[in-house]
């Protein structure tokens, strides 16, 4: 009898269970498909990020060397959803996502953007494509984020922009309004291995997805390529390019030759790392850094300030409008008043022709890549 009772209630037991399965991969899968335009089971590719064989040793060399950890598919896919969070903004309204637009070099096309209640920033929204590049390791217009990493962040907490700063609870707040969102738990376990939600994994997730926004398809790209030479990789890219327009060839030999190209360095035109003060004004203390060059064609505004609306203002600037500072570039100096002797100072002037003009003009339009800006591994990733 006793037995006949076990078997029973062994029975109840099994038969209940399989009525009610609980499976806590498959209701986190299906929070994740509910709240977004991902399917879990087959994530959107990431890494490796895919480059063309000019981006050589030399080239890797001069990456973000404060890269913590590899990106990794649910790492940036993560880092994604992240990016395009309106929940870490306090009221709702704005993610980064907002003043980082895809379609806008992952910039802003106003001067200045607009944070979570209307005010506006106090320096245009830097472009983020190629940032990996950014050999400094100094993040911001103003350098102040000493990791990309750090900087992901900063915006969150900061009054105007997302407003999550101290008097409001800071990024404690943030945090507990993502675990507040069935999606994060899931996301959370597949990027790092359990559902823990914290500061640090945020910084590393939105770091591995901006990491990953790599522009290699721009019509420069694609002219590159074909006559690209390991035996001589200075020397082939620094030759002609059959692809281009006789235009954009002279806007080239314009380019490497005015010195552009010794500090926004080819094929990533990222800032070298020794670059000092552009001479936007005079006696300028300050050395702010300079986001790639890369689909600069499709930036709304330039500077760290916004106050050049088009190229042909940026190109005017350099041609005739640098200011002497004590921290000018050398590189953007008249040659020295001595032969062999100290910089002289004194803003360079390029004196180019209108037709010169308008032929760097025409280079840098061919480092828009059109691809980047449409890849739907970078689009909001919200059922909206």
């Keep these: ?29 299906a929070a994740i498909r509910a709240a977004l335009l991902i399917d879990p089971e087959n994530l959107p590719r990431y890494a490796p990020v895919t ?3 000019y981006f050589d040793a030399a080239v890797l060399g001069r990456e973000d ?32 996502a907002t003043c980082h637009a895809q379609t806008v070099a992952f910039g802003d096309s106003a001067r200045f953007s607009r944070g979570f209640e209307g005010a506006l920033t106090s320096a245009h929204s830097m472009r983020l494509v190629n940032a990996r590049f950014n050999e400094s390791g100094r993040f911001l217009w103003d350098r102040r984020a000493a990791t990309l990493e750090a900087q992901s962040t900063q915006p969150i907490q900061d009054p ?15 945090l507990t309004r993502l675990r507040e969102r069935p999606y994060y738990a899931p996301l959370f376990r597949m990027a790092f291995g359990d559902s823990v939600v914290t ?27 074909p006559i690209f030479t390991p035996a001589n990789p200075q020397g082939s890219l620094n030759g002609p390019f059959p692809a281009l327009t006789p235009e954009e060839t002279q806007g080239k030999q314009l380019f490497q030759g005015s010195g552009c190209a010794a500090c926004h360095v080819p094929p990533s035109f990222s800032l070298n790392a020794n670059s000092r ?15 790639s060059l890369k689909q600069v064609g499709r930036s709304g505004r330039f500077m760290h300030d916004g106050r050049f609306a088009t190229l042909e203002q940026v190109i005017e600037f350099y041609d005739s409008g640098i200011q002497a500072g004590p921290t000018l570039d050398n590189r953007l100096m008249a040659p020295p ?23 760097l003009v025409a280079f840098l339009r061919t480092l828009t890549d059109e691809t980047l800006a449409v890849d739907a591994r970078f689009s909001d990733p919200f059922r909206r």
Aim: hydrophobic share 40%; aromatic share 8%; glycine share 12%.
């Design 1 to 29: 009898m006793r037995r006949r009772f076990l078997f029973f209630s062994l029975l109840v037991v099994t038969v209940g269970c399989s009525e009610h399965p609980t499976d806590p991969f498959a209701e986190g899968h």
């Design 277 to 291: 003060s552009n001479g936007l004004d005079a006696g300028e203390t300050r050395i702010f850094r300079s986001p």
């Design 51 to 53: 480059l063309p064989a």
């Design 199 to 225: 500061e640090d994994r945020v910084q590393r997730a939105l770091a591995q997805y901006v990491r990953s926004i790599v522009s290699t398809t721009s019509r420069w790209d694609l002219a590159a390529a």
């Design 160 to 174: 105007g922009e997302m407003g999550f700063d101290a008097a409001h609870g800071g990024i404690v707040a943030a």
């Design 337 to 359: 008043l001595v032969p062999g002797g100290p910089p002289s100072g004194i803003p360079r002037r390029f004196g180019f022709t209108a037709e010169q003009r308008a032929a």
């Design 65 to 96: 060397r404060t890269i913590g950890a590899p990106i990794s598919d649910a790492g940036a896919t993560l880092g994604r959803v992240l990016f395009y969070e309106r929940q870490l903004s306090r009221n709702g309204t704005v993610s980064c």
